[in-house]
């Protein structure tokens, strides 16, 4: 068996389900859509105004500045605390007063809607039985009750929220009437800017004076810390010279020199070795030594030498190249480059000579200021712990001199706001006066009852289907059951249509057919059948058509009423012809009244209680040859009719078939199998 057979979803089957099911969905959407248009039929309509305000988070940085919280923070809180604001009973208060809303009887007692007013007595009723009785206080002015409780109905219906991530605040104000609703949250927002206003001017003078106290001491502060510096300078001879201590600047300047000098004396030192190292060889090469820059006043003259040189040079070259190395002029051109040559050395000797000279000056400049660093150093360590104090007052004077800037600039802040208070919030859009209701939302509400009720419906219908299986189809009970089935008789309570005598009678042709084929006729010996109801089905089972099909063949027919037939049935039956009614108490109490009865009657229907009546006869059960079970439609489980049969098995004949009273033909095919044979056989001409 495979281990996932359980989890895989039988789509046809689901369809199944949810054609059965949809009849329900639909009545619990219709009755949805019924309940909400009485509730749209029983609301009073109510008008919104909207009334739009700006915070303006930069005009409201008065004592934020040193707030430890970060801006994201401070914001969301800033915005939270106004939104609460505008929910408060405070302003709720000064916009009755504003305008005289205690004293509207339309206002203080509104309309109310049907369901408001249920609601309205179970809280009376229930507030009447839970309360205990209140201790009586002082007495309460009327007037003051009155704009309370103003207040308390205008918060009510009052709605704040805030638009997004921004400083836009929505304030909508909904009442029966719209004039009133618009002025209403025109008076909350000129109400709100008042309250702003009034709250700045307050804080502005608050923080004023305490401003003011601590200018006046941070003063004294400052002036203190400030005299304890110059006091502290001209004690310890301290002179300041652009910005800096005279002792600072001087080690300053030392430092600066020692550090020019040493990097002046590895300069010339590598110079002097270069020079030295190049002259030294066997043959220098004075021409290309002489090219190198000696920052002495030789580098001009030896310059021209060498030019001198190249263009005695070139001439040289000239001639020899035409005429020989013999010729004269070649010759005194030879004696010019050997004594240009001689003199370019001698020259490069004095400028190697003046590098030395500047080499031997650098290192005697800086041993010099080595040693005055030194013992500058070794003086000025014995006042490291005055220099530590000084520094410690002045940055003690500096911090002062910080904070008093930073409060006159609050003074300064706060003398403006005292002035000429601004208030921190703007009315960005005023509320217009409202065209249309915005409730009862009539779409809204009847989609809502349409979706609800559907969801309810879906909710019942899922329900029953995961309620226990009950027969329904010829095919479920042979299944479920083992029992033959012979087939739907629909229900007696209404007149039969053409279709639907038509499935009675094929029905009951192959209940009588089972019939036959479990009980073969005989000549002269007649057969004794049971119809044995499940449960009650009262008149259910067309006992009259039966007979009458069983005696169309010419067959005299007995009914033998044991507690299962009702008066009209008996009536019907007494008019048909070759069909006898009798009552268990017309059948002679003889050994051998079961053989005369089948020697008079070809088939005799004995018609008994049900099987779950405690008073069911199992001896004239067991008298009958074969047995037809009668079974309620939709009504019984297939466990139901296991038990049942295993109660009474002992005493049951055969079944022949079974047959299913009481159909509903077009639910019945809902059970079925779109194409199976049972629905195409409901169909069938």
């Avoid at 008076?187 to 608050?206: I, P």
């Avoid at 029953?464 to 009970?477: I, W």
């Avoid at 070809?602 to 059960?621: E, H, K, W």
Wanted: charged fraction near 25%; charge should be negative; aromatic fraction near 4%.
């Amino acid at each position: 068996m495979d281990p996932d057979a359980g989890t895989v979803i039988d789509s046809e089957k689901l369809g199944q389900s949810a054609r059965r099911q949809a009849g329900v969905v639909v009545k619990g959407a219709l009755t949805g859509a019924a309940v909400a248009l009485l509730l749209i039929v029983v609301s009073v309509p109510r008008y919104s105004a909207t009334e739009t305000i700006l915070l303006d988070e930069e005009r409201n940085e008065l004592l934020n500045q040193v707030s430890a919280l970060p801006n994201a923070v401070r914001s969301d809180a800033t915005v939270q605390s106004e939104l609460e604001i505008l929910r408060s009973q405070v302003l709720a208060v000064e916009v009755v007063k504003r305008l005289n809303l205690d004293q509207d009887a339309d206002f203080m007692d509104p309309p109310v809607d049907l369901v408001s007013r249920i609601m309205g007595n179970v809280t009376s009723i229930s507030g009447f039985f839970s309360s205990s009785k209140a201790p009586i206080g002082p007495p309460v002015d009327p007037a003051i009750a009155a704009r309370e409780a103003a207040a308390g109905i205008l918060r009510e219906h009052l709605y704040v929220e805030r638009v997004g991530r921004s400083f836009v605040l929505l304030l909508a104000y909904s009442d029966h009437n719209p004039q009133r609703a618009a002025a209403v949250a025109r008076a909350y927002g000129d109400s709100y800017v008042q309250f702003q206003l009034t709250s700045q001017s307050k804080l502005a003078v608050n923080a004023g004076q305490w401003v003011s106290e601590r200018l006046k001491v941070l003063a004294e502060r400052s002036q203190e810390a400030t005299s304890a510096v110059q006091e502290f300078r001209s004690r310890h001879n301290l002179v300041e010279y652009q910005g800096n201590l005279l002792t600072d600047q001087q080690q300053s300047d030392l430092t600066t020199a020692l550090v020019t000098a040493s990097a002046d004396v590895a300069q010339l030192r590598a110079r002097v070795q270069s020079f030295e190292a190049m002259m030294n060889v066997e043959k220098p090469d004075v021409l290309a030594v002489s090219a190198l820059e000696t920052l002495t006043p030789s580098d001009e003259t030896m310059a021209a030498l060498r030019t001198d040189y190249i263009n005695a040079r070139r001439n040289w070259t000239g001639i020899v190249a035409e005429r020989g190395e013999d010729h004269p002029q070649a010759l005194q051109l030879k004696k010019q480059m050997d004594i240009l040559e001689q003199t370019i050395g001698e020259e490069l000797n004095r400028a190697v000579l003046a590098t030395k000279a500047q080499f031997e000056i650098a290192r005697s400049r800086e041993a010099s200021l080595r040693d005055d660093l030194s013992s500058f150093a070794d003086r000025v360590t014995g006042d490291d712990k005055v220099m530590g104090q000084l520094a410690q007052l002045e940055a003690v004077a500096d911090t002062y001199a910080t904070v008093y800037r930073d409060f006159l600039e609050r003074y300064e802040i706060t003398a403006q706001q005292e002035n000429f208070p601004i208030a921190s919030v703007r009315i960005i859009s005023p509320a217009d006066l409202p065209d249309r209701p915005s409730s009862p939302r009539k779409k809204a509400l009847l989609g809502m009852g349409l979706i609800l009720g559907a969801l309810i419906g879906i909710v019942i219908g899922a329900l029953r289907e995961m309620g226990p299986v009950r027969l329904r189809t010829p095919k479920d009970t042979t299944d479920r059951s083992g029992l033959p089935c012979a087939g739907l008789t629909p229900s007696p309570r209404r007149k039969l249509d053409t279709e639907q005598r038509r499935v009675l009678t094929r029905t009951l042709n192959r209940a009588r057919q089972d019939l036959d084929r479990m009980v073969a006729q005989q000549a002269g010996v007649g057969r004794i059948v049971a119809l044995v109801p499940v449960d009650a089905v009262a008149d259910a089972f067309p006992i009259t058509s039966f007979a009458e099909t069983l005696s169309a063949n010419g067959e005299r027919v007995l009914v033998v009423d044991a507690g299962g037939l009702t008066p009209g049935q008996v009536q019907r039956l007494n008019a048909l012809e070759r069909v006898e009614t009798w009552k268990l108490s017309d059948i002679p109490a003889r050994d051998d009244a079961t053989d005369r009865l089948r020697e008079r009657f070809q088939t005799v229907l004995l018609c008994l209680p049900s099987l779950t009546r405690t008073t069911f006869p199992d001896a004239l059960a067991r008298a009958a040859d074969a047995s037809i079970l009668i079974l309620p439609w939709g009504s019984i489980t297939p466990d139901f009719l296991a038990d049942a049969i295993q109660l009474h098995g002992e005493n049951l004949r055969p079944i022949a078939s079974t047959v299913l009273v009481g159909a509903d033909l077009k639910r019945a095919r809902l059970y079925m199998r779109r194409g199976d044979f049972e629905e195409r056989l409901l169909h069938a001409v």
